[in-house]
């Protein structure tokens, strides 16, 4: 687990420059917490989960997708299911970890600039629509990822 959050605090070189174990070394997960974390949440399917919006957005840009979605729905992070991990069990036990704290607020952005599609295209500016999508939401989509499989790496042993 150290490698997953070592990466956001410079923790290799904290050990390097310290001949003394510190607060700042010492964040590794005992083998309970990692199971409880690796049962709680399937980080597989959520990845899969947030890929697949890009193909939901897409077909609505692409006039294939008659479903509607409400982007004031859409903009709130904690309704899906790694949204309701990330704010219930996840931040029990990784909530102390600044790199936890920014895996939340990139998911909140995700679905930010997930609404914001959604809004630019109900109000017929596909044009803008398709911007955002490849801009801003497609940046937002893979922190989202590579926090993710970041967390997984760090929970496999």
């Known amino acids: 687990m150290k490698k997953f959050f070592s990466r956001f605090f410079n923790i290799d070189k904290l050990d390097a420059s ?8 010492e964040i590794g ?24 919006w ?27 299911d790694l949204g309701k ?8 036990r990784l909530g102390h970890y600044p790199a936890f704290q920014m895996l939340i607020a990139r998911h909140k952005y995700f ?7 959604v809004t630019q295209a109900q109000s017929g500016d596909i044009e803008k629509a398709r911007q955002t999508l ?14 993710l499989k970041q967390l997984k790496r760090g929970l496999e042993r």
């Open 18 to 25: 310290h001949s003394e174990p510190s607060e700042h070394t």
């Open 29 to 52: 997960l005992d083998s309970a917490i990692m199971d409880a974390v690796l049962a709680e949440i399937d980080v597989d399917i959520a990845i899969s989960s947030h890929e697949h």
């Open 54 to 80: 890009k193909l939901r957005l897409q077909n609505i840009l692409d006039g294939e997708s008659s479903k509607a979605l409400k982007p004031e729905v859409i903009c709130q992070d904690n309704r899906c």
């Open 85 to 92: 991990w990330l704010y219930g069990p996840g931040e029990q």
């Open 111 to 117: 679905h930010a600039q997930a609404a914001i599609v």
């Open 134 to 147: 490849n801009s801003s939401y497609r940046q937002a989509s893979n922190q989202v990822i590579l926090l």
